[in-house]
């Protein structure tokens, strides 16, 4: 059960419309999911939280489409986060992500889990060589 009911019209405030069509249109969708329909109960707090996962997420960088998906998806497992893991799945899936690269990111993602903990059960120092030196 949500926290919050998601507005019902939305739409009928205009930053909402404003922030939806721009989503449709960086998206080339009609779709807009469920986050942004909840977001939309405080239209300031929707247009900062898009702007920032368009500039993050929609815009071209260093990083491809495909590996910010999976990124995406790593940390909303580690997060436990059912709502992100379900929505960067599916987005990591359009962006090309085969069930064979999808398993190998949940080793990986399990396997982090496990040392970080043993790391951090240990207490192990760092080694110096990772470390950047001072400047």
Known sequence: MA???APENPEENP???AVFDDIRATRGSDFVNNIWRYLA???ALLERTWAEVKEVMATPSALDPLTKE???LAVS???NCEYCVH???AGARAKGMTPEMHGELLSIVSLAA???HLSNALQVPVDDVFKIPDV
Request: zero cysteines; proline letters at 5%; hydrophobic letters at 40%.
């Open 70 to 72: 999976m990124l995406y």
């Open 15 to 17: 930053r909402v419309k």
């Open 77 to 79: 497992i580690i997060n």
């Open 41 to 43: 109960f405080d239209p």
């Open 87 to 89: 929505s960067h799945s």
């Open 3 to 5: 926290a919050i009911q």
């Open 114 to 116: 496990k040392t970080n």
